[in-house]
């Protein structure tokens, strides 16, 4: 399944390969993406216009990765880029900023 995220969007969903509910943030920049989605996400996209660094704490804090103007990425436990051995980004993600990385 293909993801849809519209223009300038960090969206995350609950569920690998873009299942479950989704959060989208038109702004794409927040300090904490909410109890709902916080280190429950397992796939995500970045709409059009910019990139969007995601952070592993909430405030932009602990680690952190970018992805590109409509970059997808459907699993998120296969993503291990700017963590620590072992740890991938799956269930990890509490913030994120756009045009930041």
Same mark, same amino acid.
């Given at each position: 399944?293909?993801?849809?995220?519209?223009?300038?969007?960090?969206?995350?969903?609950?569920?690998?390969?873009? $299942?479950?509910?989704? *959060?989208?943030?038109?702004?794409?920049?927040?300090? +904490?993406? =909410?109890?709902? /989605?916080?280190? @429950? #996400?397992?796939?995500?996209?970045? $709409?059009?216009?910019? *990139?969007?660094?995601?952070?592993?704490?909430?405030? +932009?804090? =602990?680690?952190? /990765?970018?992805? @590109? #103007?409509?970059?997808?990425?459907?699993?998120?436990?296969?993503?291990?880029?700017?963590?620590?051995?072992?740890?991938?980004?799956?269930?990890?993600?509490?913030?994120?900023?756009?045009?930041?990385?």
């Amino acid at each position: 399944m293909a993801a849809s995220c519209s223009s300038y969007n960090a969206c995350l969903w609950r569920e690998e390969g873009f $299942g479950g509910d989704v *959060y989208a943030d038109p702004d794409g920049t927040s300090s +904490y993406v =909410g109890s709902w /989605v916080s280190n @429950a #996400s397992s796939s995500l996209a970045v $709409g059009y216009g910019d *990139y969007i660094t995601f952070h592993a704490d909430a405030n +932009y804090g =602990g680690d952190a /990765v970018y992805w @590109a #103007s409509g970059q997808q990425e459907p699993w998120l436990s296969d993503v291990y880029a700017g963590r620590a051995p072992g740890w991938s980004w799956n269930d990890e993600i509490e913030s994120h900023q756009r045009g930041i990385h």
